[in-house]
């Protein structure tokens, strides 16, 4: 493929893999051998219960901490091993929108978006703002540079938030429990953002949430991690797990209220 | 910091076709480039003078939200000078990524004009302190802030000039009324107090030296230092235990920013520089409210008591004492920083980690303050 892609490799490689880790907090281990891939250009979904390692799982994606054993492998880098130079290198390629916005709040959302571009030389004032309304376009906010977080509603500064995490066109996005505390209206529009921004961008996602019915419309595949197992019991579509999933975790957690396999 | 005016990853070519000039476009384009190139293909544009350009991207590899931008910006350029303009072999993820740009939204004015309210933060709650564990994570915090004070030694461009003076404001200005008020208070009750003792023996013109050295050179920089423990210590903590809880440091982290480097040194060489002047003027002030006393209740001149004063401070001990303020001021940095960074879960922490930095730094300044006693007795 000839594609508008940063590496040579074919789209089938996996950007992210985690090999067997084993992550806590102290004497408690919240996540156990666990392994996985993220595969170029998809929606992943993580999904479980309040507790179950989710959020852990993503910070030692991203680097934020490091496994107590296995490893984190992005773009083939062991991220928990390379230099400060090809960590930051790494990060310029990874997008994270937290649970909670993380919006600066002693900034504009301007200043907010420009802030990653500010680790450039050599990019001048105009560049920079025209970058920071061609995000803010793409995620519906056009015109709100000069506001403070604090004058934007819930919705508005969770895409306030994408757009930073959008700024530098990471291949890869994160988000953790995107559409927590946003009603039905805010959180529909930042499903569509994700797809349209996925579909039109090609940016690989992984999605942490509890949320079901957000995750069983935009995931590609889907991953659940359990409470007890402390890692992943169930990996597929939402139409194969729909099909096929018999755990009755994963069909409580997934499907309440459907019939289960084979009863329709 | 990322240099990016080395080496471009793309190549130009421009081909003349009679009346239209044909731009070339080749390899990987990104935001390092995105200026460069836009100049380079105006002036292109300029110098040939064409009907009408045409920008092939049949051989654009990979190109970054800002480089679509700059073929954007060019084409806004080209048109404007009624020269047409188009775009051939679009590779389909460029011609993607330009169905999700909102062209209008590129320059429509802000609903708002720059400048607006900020928010403040706050917080207040009952203190925990864990000795050992603790003298650790002090300790540790203090080794990341040597190394990024000596990297920004290294690199003064990168350090976030704007950010101090917003400090300098916060710690100093902001200070002042109450540094001045406390002085001037401590300043009576110590010629006041004395006065009844020296008045007995005819002493009284020793009032002024004993209130110059009792202020210069002990209570002047620890009274300061404790008032800016209280008032900036904890504002810091505050500041920085919020930014935790709401995920800010961990976004600075992920954007590639160092958080000790872009959160703490602004507020350590702001404290810096402000502490030692603010402790000058509370020794003036307290100086002053000895003089207070002096004028109205021992019938001295305001001359006689000032030429006094002046006498008995030693230039080495004013230099002493600004150099413990500037010493204070450290320990208030890091110990309110490094409280702020120890929130590890929610907002109920943050009101905990300003009471533990006041009472840390507080009890900090005052043993390091005993300490430079027994050293500058030596001295
Ligand atoms: N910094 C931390 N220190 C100690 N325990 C933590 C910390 N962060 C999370 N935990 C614990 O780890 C478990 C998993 O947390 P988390 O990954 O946030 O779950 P989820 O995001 O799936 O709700 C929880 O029991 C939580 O209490
Ligand atoms: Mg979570």
Redesign the interface.
């Known amino acids: 493929m000839?594609?508008?892609?940063?590496t040579a490799q074919g789209p089938d490689d996996p950007v992210i893999v985690v090999e067997s880790l084993t992550a806590g907090f102290g004497e408690t281990t919240i996540l156990e051998n666990v392994n996985l891939k993220v595969l170029r250009g998809e929606i992943l979904c993580i999904v479980g219960g309040s507790g179950c390692g989710k959020s852990t799982l993503l910070?030692q994606m991203?680097g934020?901490i490091r496994p107590d054993n296995g490893r984190v492998l992005v773009g083939g880098d062991d991220i928990a091993a390379v230099d400060d130079e090809r960590l930051?290198r790494i990060?310029?390629g990874?997008?994270?929108l937290?649970?909670?916005?993380?919006?600066?709040?002693?900034m504009?959302l301007?200043e907010n978006v420009a802030?990653?571009?500010s680790?450039?030389?050599?990019?001048?004032a105009e560049?920079v703002q025209?970058?920071v309304?061609?995000?803010?376009?793409?995620v519906n906010l056009?015109?709100?540079?000069?506001?403070?977080?604090?004058?934007l509603s819930g919705g508005m500064r969770k895409r306030g938030g994408l757009a930073?995490a959008?700024v530098?066109?990471p291949q890869i996005l994160f988000f953790d429990e995107p559409s927590a505390g946003l009603d039905p209206i805010n959180s529909a529009e930042l499903e569509t953002l994700i797809r349209?921004?996925n579909?039109?961008?090609?940016t690989t996602m992984v999605i942490v949430s509890h949320q079901v019915d957000l995750v069983l419309r935009v995931a590609h595949r889907i991953l659940m991690l359990d409470r007890g197992a402390k890692g992943i019991v169930a990996a597929g579509s939402p139409e194969e797990l729909r099909n096929t999933a018999t755990d009755p975790r994963v069909r409580n957690f997934l499907f309440r209220g459907e019939a289960a396999v084979g009863g329709r | 910091?990322?240099?990016?005016?080395s080496k471009p990853g793309y190549e130009l070519t421009e081909r003349d076709e009679g009346s239209a000039l044909v731009l070339y476009l080749q390899g990987r384009i990104t935001?390092?480039d995105?200026?460069l190139l836009l100049a380079r293909m105006n002036d292109a544009v300029a110098a040939g003078n064409p009907a009408s350009v045409r920008i092939d991207l049949s051989g654009v590899?990979?190109?970054?939200?800002?480089g679509v931008?700059t073929l954007l910006?060019l084409e806004d350029s080209i048109r404007k000078k009624g020269v047409s303009f188009t775009l051939v072999r679009v590779?389909?993820?460029?011609r993607?990524?330009m169905?999700?740009?909102?062209r209008e939204?590129?320059?429509?004015?802000?609903?708002?004009?720059?400048?607006?309210?900020?928010?403040i933060?706050e917080g207040l709650g009952s203190a925990s302190v864990r000795i050992s564990e603790d003298f650790a994570a002090m300790m540790a915090f203090l080794g990341d802030l040597v190394a990024a004070v000596i990297h920004l030694l290294r690199h003064p461009r990168e350090v976030r000039w704007e950010d101090v003076f917003f400090y300098v404001r916060r710690v100093g200005a902001e200070g002042l009324p109450i540094v001045g008020l406390i002085s001037i208070l401590i300043g009576l009750i110590i010629a006041f107090m004395s006065s009844l003792q020296l008045k007995q023996f005819g002493a009284s013109i020793y009032v002024a030296s004993l209130v110059a050295v009792a202020i210069v050179r002990e209570l002047g920089p620890i009274m300061t230092a404790i008032l800016v423990a209280g008032r900036s210590a904890s504002a810091f903590a505050a500041e920085i235990g919020t930014?935790r809880?709401?995920?800010?440091v961990?976004?600075l982290?992920?954007?590639?920013?160092d958080p000790i480097r872009f959160l703490v040194v602004p507020k350590l060489i702001a404290t810096v520089i402000v502490l030692p002047l603010l402790t000058l003027y509370a020794d003036l002030f307290g100086i002053l409210g000895g003089m207070i006393v002096g004028v109205a209740g021992l019938d001295l001149t305001a001359y006689t008591y000032l030429q006094e004063s002046q006498r008995s401070i030693s230039v080495f001990f004013l230099n002493a004492s600004l150099v413990k303020a500037a010493v204070f001021a450290c320990i208030i940095a890091w110990i309110g920083c490094q409280r702020g960074f120890q929130v590890r879960g929610g907002v109920e922490e943050v009101g905990a980690a300003t009471t533990s930095a006041v009472v840390t730094a507080t009890l900090l300044i005052v043993v390091v303050d005993s300490a430079f006693a027994v050293v500058l007795n030596y001295l």
């Not at chain 1, 056009?142 to 004058?151: L, T, W």
Request: aromatic content about 6%; charged content about 25%; overall charge negative.
């Open positions: 000839k594609g508008n892609r940063d910070k991203i934020l930051n990060r310029r990874i997008g994270v937290f649970q909670s916005d993380a919006l600066f709040g002693s504009t301007g802030l990653p571009l680790g450039f030389k050599g990019i001048s560049t025209l970058i309304r061609m995000k803010l376009g793409m056009v015109g709100y540079e000069n506001h403070y977080p604090a004058e930073r959008m530098l066109d349209g921004i579909a039109g961008l090609g | 910091m990322t240099d990016t005016t935001l390092g995105a200026d590899s990979y190109m970054d939200g800002a931008l910006r590779p389909e993820e460029i993607r990524v169905g999700l740009i909102d939204g590129l320059t429509r004015s802000p609903l708002r004009a720059e400048g607006g309210p900020v928010g933060v930014m809880v709401n995920d800010e961990d976004a982290v992920t954007m590639g920013f």
